[in-house]
C-alpha cells in the first residue's frame, strides 16, 4: 500500500492536506504536529476516505530522556495519542526513540529508552 505523509503539506491545514492526499491514494500518514496535531484535528479524519497511520509529536518529546519526569510526560503525550488513534481505528503510530546531547550520557539514555519501549509495547 502506497500512502502519502502529511508532511508534504506541513505548511496547509490539516483538511487540505487530507484533502488533496485523497485526491492521490487511499492511505496517509498523519505528522501529529503543528497544524496536523490530532489532539485539535482529529475530528475531520472521518471526512475523508482514507486509512491512516500516525506519526506522533517530536517538538518536546523524549522518551529517551535521562529526567524522568520528562520521560514520563512523553509517554503520557503518546499513550493519549495511541487512545486517540484506537477511537478512530488507527492501528501503527511510529514514535521517534528519543535523544541525548551528550555522548556520555548514551548508556543512562539507552536504558531510558528500554523503559518506555516496554511501557509502549503495552499500550
Excluded: Q, W
Excluded at 524522568?68 to 486517540?84: F, M, N, V, Y
Excluded at 478512530?88 to 531510558?112: C, F, Q, R, W
Amino acid at each position: 500500500m502506497i500512502g502519502i505523509s502529511t508532511t508534504a503539506f506541513i505548511g496547509e491545514s490539516l483538511d487540505f492536506a487530507l484533502e488533496s492526499i485523497e485526491y492521490y491514494v487511499d492511505f496517509a500518514e498523519i505528522f501529529s504536529e503543528g497544524r496536523h496535531d490530532l489532539f485539535e484535528n482529529s475530528s475531520i479524519l472521518s471526512s475523508y476516505n482514507l486509512k491512516y497511520s500516525v506519526h506522533s509529536p517530536t517538538v518536546d518529546i523524549n522518551i529517551a530522556s535521562v529526567r524522568e519526569k520528562t520521560r514520563i510526560t512523553s509517554l503520557d503525550i503518546i499513550s493519549d495519542l495511541a487512545d486517540l488513534c484506537a477511537s478512530y481505528n488507527i492501528t501503527t503510530m511510529v514514535v521517534h526513540p528519543g535523544y541525548t546531547s551528550e555522548d556520555y550520557m548514551l548508556p543512562k539514555a539507552y536504558s531510558s529508552l528500554e523503559k518506555s519501549l516496554d511501557f509502549l509495547n503495552k499500550l
